[in-house]
């Protein structure tokens, strides 16, 4: 049986290495690095995941990323936000 949360992790993980595709794994599965760069100077974040013990959101809140197993719903950007995101990602040098 698989650890709470393992397909929920995976999705994000594969989301965030879509984004940053020069991230690589230091744990498989476990712990995600994702070499960025401050002022010239490299540096790496290190991603963990953990499943909530407590739901919070009280089991009404939509997944962020849709599977089958999601509600159908898909909620489309706006152009402005479109735009929006297009700006940060620019000022990230991403």
């Known amino acids: 049986m698989a650890a ?6 995976g ?3 594969n ?3 879509e984004l940053y595709p020069n991230a690589f794994w230091e ?9 960025m760069a401050e002022g010239g100077v ?3 974040i290190k991603v963990t995941l953990t499943a909530a013990k407590n739901i919070l959101g009280g089991g009404q809140v939509e997944s962020a990323f849709p599977t089958e197993t999601a ?6 950007m706006t152009e402005e936000e479109k735009a929006n ?3 940060l ?3 990230l040098n991403i």
Do not use: C
């Not at 509600?71 to 489309?76: G, L, Y």
């Open 4 to 9: 709470k949360g393992t397909e929920s992790k």
């Open 11 to 13: 999705l994000i993980f």
């Open 15 to 17: 989301k965030l290495q």
């Open 27 to 35: 744990d498989t599965g476990k712990i995600l690095r994702i070499p």
């Open 42 to 44: 490299p540096i790496e």
């Open 71 to 76: 509600s159908e719903k898909v909620i489309e």
């Open 85 to 87: 995101v297009s700006k």
């Open 89 to 91: 990602l620019a000022s």
